[in-house]
């Protein structure tokens, strides 16, 4: 088997949570993980796609639980095309973000945590079988999407962010 679906939600999220460690070893490793990250993925979504062609649609079940008790992703494809999508865009917003305005690195480490986060959600959206796990994934993207229209300190970002909260 080349990968697993469980890997494009483990491996962003991992990446996130290190972002900050390794900016403290190397503070331009802020700034090019995320590309790494997202290129890997996109290695992986695309060689999924053509297991998924040979071979018929991917379900990972998580915990040995059946479908309708536990924890499942679907990689069919439908959402390996979306998945794809998803994270080309991801990588497509990274390459132009990569020398954002040139801003400070806690700045830079926020930015690419709660990039790296979004696209976690986006992509778990799609890829998750079940409902519940689907709202979860709703709500990290909804998160970050309100951290990241917040972004700059300002008075026209805070008040973006709080109608993109309320509606």
């Given at each position: 088997m080349v990968g697993t679906p469980v890997l494009f939600i483990a491996i962003p999220l991992?990446?996130?949570?290190?972002?900050?460690?390794?900016?403290?070893?190397?503070?331009?490793?802020?700034?090019?993980?995320?590309?790494?990250?997202?290129?890997?993925?996109l290695y992986l979504a695309v060689n999924l796609m053509g297991q998924v062609a040979h071979s018929g649609t991917i379900v990972e079940v998580i915990a040995g639980w059946a479908p309708p008790w536990g924890i499942n992703l679907v990689f069919s494809p439908l959402t390996g095309l979306l998945t794809t999508l998803m994270i080309l865009m991801g990588f497509i917003i990274w390459i132009y973000s990569y020398r954002f305005k040139n801003i400070d690195f806690q700045e830079a480490v926020k930015y690419f945590i709660l990039l790296l986060m979004m696209i976690t959600g986006s992509v778990g959206i799609v890829l998750t079988g079940d409902i519940f796990n689907?709202?979860?994934?709703?709500?990290?993207?909804?998160?970050?999407?309100?951290?990241?229209?917040?972004?700059?300190?300002?008075?026209?970002?805070?008040e973006a962010s709080f109608k993109y909260l309320i509606i």
């Open positions: 991992l990446a996130a949570f290190l972002i900050p460690l390794l900016g403290f070893v190397w503070k331009e490793s802020v700034r090019i993980l995320p590309g790494l990250v997202l290129l890997y993925l689907q709202f979860v994934f709703i709500e990290i993207t909804s998160i970050s999407a309100y951290a990241l229209t917040a972004f700059y300190k300002g008075r026209d970002s805070a």
